[in-house]
């Protein structure tokens, strides 16, 4: 089991339960959009990121990023990462069918792909050197076509299809998680092959 210091935020009991099984750490749930309502569960979110960091880990589809942007915005940025699992078509085991979107959520992924999202989310686990953050700017995705221009939109959408990641994801995400995983020289490849 890998220990993760930071603590883990997830929309509900079904994330927590196959989170549990993988990691060894502080799971705290959202209760889906209750949290938008709940003021005690939103101050202790705040009180984790304060003392130990917070990473938020929703489902890729829109609900779990409408959960995520309220995170966003009520909790200090400096003290939150974020997970992205892939857009994986298909519909949990406990289900009769599949969600709105038909994509798996974080409960349906398997444990590598869980564990991948952690360590691209910047987690600090026991054991293992913390990932260092490359330098990838707005002006780059700019530059790029990914960001503030005509057709920037459609572009952006086909690179996170290609990257395997969530797109439902805004450019600042992107940039987020591009920071995480890539170089700016493997960025700039990927996006001249788009």
Do not use: W
């Not at 099984?21 to 705040?46: C, H, Y």
């Not at 938020?56 to 939150?80: E, M, W």
């Not at 600090?124 to 707005?138: F, L, N």
């Amino acid at each position: 089991m890998v220990k993760i210091r930071e603590v883990i935020v997830v929309e509900g009991r079904y994330d927590k339960n196959t989170l549990s099984q993988i990691v060894d750490a502080t799971i705290l749930e959202t209760g889906g959009f209750q949290i938008m309502k709940d003021k005690a569960q939103l101050a202790l979110l705040r009180k984790a990121a304060q003392t130990r960091g917070l990473i938020v880990f929703t489902d890729s589809d829109g609900a779990g990023f409408v959960i995520r942007n309220y995170l966003k915005g009520a909790i200090d940025p400096s003290l939150v990462k974020h997970a992205y699992i892939p857009d994986v078509p298909g519909k949990e085991k406990r289900k009769a069918a599949p969600g709105k979107e038909g994509k798996l959520g974080v409960e349906g992924m398997s444990p590598d792909v869980i564990l991948e999202a952690l360590r691209r989310a910047g987690a600090t686990v026991e054991g293992e050197d913390a990932r260092q953050c490359h330098s990838i700017t707005k002006q780059d995705l700019v530059g790029l076509g990914l960001s503030g221009g005509a057709g920037s939109s459609s572009k952006r959408l086909a690179l996170l299809r290609k990257l395997d990641l969530p797109e439902h994801m805004s450019a600042n995400a992107m940039l987020q998680a591009l920071n995480l995983l890539y170089t700016l020289e493997e960025v700039q490849q990927f996006a001249n092959n788009l």
